[in-house]
């Protein structure tokens, strides 16, 4: 780096004084890291893949809460009815029943069975009331529509 010399002597058949300049510029540039950018680049890439797979399961997930919350609604308002069609003639056999046990016809235990059965069939429309209400909370809140009002509702329909 601005190296000079002075050279007092002949030397090839020159003589005089001569003087010398050299410079030195080092350049440092890595042409290969050992693949650390590509690596980061498939890094990057597999995260983006891995992201878009995370978002279509999560939509096929809330479609298919969605659609399995629907099929409870209408699989429990049918079950709602025919459950209040089976309660009726529970009530009807009950009292016919008791008017069988009063003539002479049927028995006590005739008696029993249609209360046990009225009861029974009072258990499980009550059951499918509550599935019915569950299934429509479980919809509106797939759907994005819950409030606080309809959980409201809900509690003053179960007590």
């Known amino acids: 780096m601005g190296n000079y010399a002075k050279n007092a002597g002949c030397s090839f058949g020159v003589c ?34 891995k992201a878009k797979q995370d978002l279509e399961n999560a939509r096929r997930n809330a479609a298919w809460q969605t659609r399995q919350a629907y099929l409870g609604v209408a699989s429990g308002i049918a079950q709602v009815q025919a459950l209040q069609q089976a309660l009726k003639s529970s009530e009807s056999l009950l009292e016919a029943s008791k008017l069988g ?26 059951q499918a009331q509550y599935n019915y209400l569950v299934s429509h909370l479980r919809l509106k809140a797939a759907a994005g ?3 606080e009002a309809d959980l409201e509702r809900v509690n003053q329909a179960l007590h």
């Open 16 to 49: 005089g004084d001569t003087r010398s300049t050299s410079i030195a510029v080092q350049l440092n540039m890595p042409l290969f890291q050992g693949g650390a950018t590509q690596s980061k680049w498939r890094e990057a890439d597999a995260n983006r893949e």
């Open 145 to 147: 529509n819950l409030l």
């Open 101 to 126: 046990q009063e003539v002479g016809v049927r028995t006590s235990l005739d008696v029993l069975n249609a209360q046990q059965q009225l009861f029974s069939t009072r258990r499980d429309l009550y």
